[in-house]
């Protein structure tokens, strides 16, 4: 608003509702939004031609003045029209592309990166895209996210607990690293209190330094780092500057209470002393903090467990978390086999975290949230006798990181997608996968609870309400697939069974052993639905 010459008043006469009052941020902000789609809408009705930009902001800004502000305005919009919004039109070119991939011709190549993050460099789509320079992650503009992030979650645990957390467990995979240039690396450096050193002309990294303990205002803090299977084949430097950064933290000559990296290497390294292990092993292994699956094999293994029925408690759970990703990682060594190292060091974590860089997916529509981040919980919660604090970093707005607990992320979710009248109407588009996507969700959702615990009873009542009692999706399932009702019933009777859903309603028990009965029925007898009045029952 100052940009365009009045400040608050003036900004709220430009707005397209003159009765906007600007008393807060959130009415800043509201007004920019209603002035930015009115800006929008004008040049949509000139075919966003760029000769239609002064007369734009001349009819929405009219009393703004040549202000820094406007030459920004013009500057954006043209932006828009000349750049933007031509290739946005060519994402035709996915299918295009495919089809040329498919036939053996060539796909033209560009960078990758999450459009829903501003990187409007990666348009058109459709393209063979390549990743980014590994020896320039993080990047500097990671940094600043990753250290917004690492605040967030050291203040959010200080308001809830009471003091800080001595370690911090994350979930860190390569599809993120590679949309984000690094924020989850970042996040790692910040909590241990190093910062990355760029080379100045390449803007690689070309190490880490020492944030003082003045400066960085608290104790270093401990980190255990889960990584997938894609990051460790893309990443090696990354690896690699993770592990000189806990090198050199813990070696550092500071107060154990000060820097919990170095206490707990030396609790860790004196056990294993103890054990007869001798001294130079031993601090080789109790340095271990980059975990990740055997060399050569991708996953957590958790999946296999909860698809087949095949775990009885979390004591299961926390065997396959460690099993498949107790392989350690560092600058010397590549997967280790360093299960009780990684049990070791998951049992001290007090925060479990995951991040999520985009609104492209959420924790219940992809198999890999509760694996990897719910798998540490359910191993820390295993080891311990306690759930850490599970917290979801949200950084789809780089400029204002979140950080949520992973309870709220779930009810948020919930209630945006699970139940939203809206998903489940579009989903019902989709046919036979629509009502996979439907069962999947479930799935997700029941593996989440599984793990973190997160789902609570009335949840489970709405889901069997939505999707397995409903008439309407009664007759989706029977038209396009039986065997997701099927599904779907099955896994709502094992949250029953496994006192998961710990209290619902003999009609509702009753009503859903019905629809799985009947789910099995159109299966085995494979009759068509019924019809009546032109509705499929």
Known sequence: GEGWGGGAPHLAALATDASVNIEANADAIEAVQSLTRTLLVRLLDARFAATAIDGAISATLPSAGNTEGLAQTREALTFVCERLLPALRRTTEEIEHILDALSGRYV???????????????????????????????????????????????????????????????????????????????????????????????????????????????????????????????????????????????????????????????????????????????????????????????????????????????????????????????????????RGAFRDALSQVSVAVKNQDNREHDIFDSDDYFQFHGGMIASIRSLTGRNPRAYFGDTQDPDRPLVRTLKDEANRVFRSRVVNPKWIEAIQQHGYKGALEVAATVDYLFGYDATAQVVDDWQYEQVAQSYLLDPTMQAFFARSNPWAMKDVAERLLEAIQRGMWAAPSDETRAAIEQAFLEAEGNIEGGRPARQTDGVTE
């Open 108 to 338: 033209p190549a560009g960078p990758s990166g999450a459009p829903t993050r501003g990187m409007a460099h990666v348009l058109p789509t459709g393209r063979n895209f390549y990743s980014v320079d590994p020896r320039s992650i993080p990047s500097s503009t990671a940094w600043i996210v990753g250290a917004d992030l690492a605040k967030g979650v050291v203040d959010r645990y200080v308001r809830e607990e009471g003091t800080l957390p001595e370690s911090v467990g994350i979930s860190i995979w390569g599809t993120a690293a590679m949309r984000t240039s690094g924020d989850d690396i970042a996040q790692v450096l910040a909590l241990m209190g190093v910062r990355p050193v760029w080379q100045l002309e390449s803007r690689r990294v070309t190490g880490v330094e020492v944030i003082p303990l003045a400066e960085l205002g608290r104790p270093r803090i401990d980190v255990v780092c889960r990584i997938s299977g894609f990051f460790r084949d893309a990443f090696p430097h990354a690896i690699a500057l993770l592990d000189d950064a806990f090198e050199r933290v813990s070696k550092l000559d500071e107060p154990l209470d000060q820097n919990f990296v170095r206490a707990h290497r030396q609790t860790t390294r004196d056990r294993l002393r103890l054990d007869g292990v001798p001294e130079a092993e031993a601090w080789r292994r109790a340095g271990y903090r980059i975990f990740g699956s055997k060399p050569g094999t991708y996953g957590a293994g958790i999946l296999q467990l909860v698809d087949e029925q095949a775990w009885r408690d979390d004591a299961d759970l926390a065997e396959t978390y460690v099993n498949w990703g107790g392989y350690a990682y560092t600058r010397e060594d590549f997967g280790v086999d360093a």
